[in-house]
């Protein structure tokens, strides 16, 4: 694990109704980066937000952006979310055409790049982009919605992740994301992980900042 482990709430758990007193409440409760999941019908099933809302949460927010791409095509938008304000922009694997071309324009644009495995990519598919990324997010649920079931066997692929980081020398945030609770976020961290994404289980409790904190004590064990 590589520094301090960062808490990024997803808003796709919010109250929608009522999102800029959501991201406020995360904020105050001492989230480190927020994590907007873009969506398009087509990549995965539901639709969710575009880069209006990115640009939204950037003139109301001072916390990092963590744009997480699940849209066909993302070489297509990539420069909309840039100009949103977007932080971090990630992509999946299998959604690009050209994985290292798209990654290597974000980060021509300013941003921190990332690459996105779904669960069943093989961490073999880093190989040839792994020292042009900022960033590695390795999905612990298929991506599409939140509230779902933490997939054991990404842990593993978790720890060779890390541990390829490490043989290469290279600084990069790892990331993980999809059903983790105060319950199982410290194996997630044990893995190498140190960037932690948590949905339902900060916006599925009132109390966001206890929330966060007990995401902070499970990892601080
Ligand atoms: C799923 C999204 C996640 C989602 C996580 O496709 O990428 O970011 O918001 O939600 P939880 O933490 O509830 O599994
Ligand atoms: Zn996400």
Known sequence: MSGKVRIAPSILSADLWRLGEEVADVERGGADWLHVDIMDGHY?????????????????????????????????????FVQAGADVITVHVESCVHLQNTLSGIRKAGKKAGVVMNPHTPESSLEYVLDEVDLVLVMSVNPGFGGQTFITSQLRKMERVASKVQQRGLTIDLEMDGGIYATNVKSVTDAGANVIVAGTAVFGQSNRAAAIQQLRDAVAG
């Open 44 to 80: 995965v099933p539901p639709i969710t937000f575009g880069a209006n809302v990115v640009a939204a949460l950037r003139r109301h927010t001072p916390l990092p952006l963590d744009v997480h791409l699940m849209i066909s095509e993302p070489e297509r938008h990539i420069d909309a």
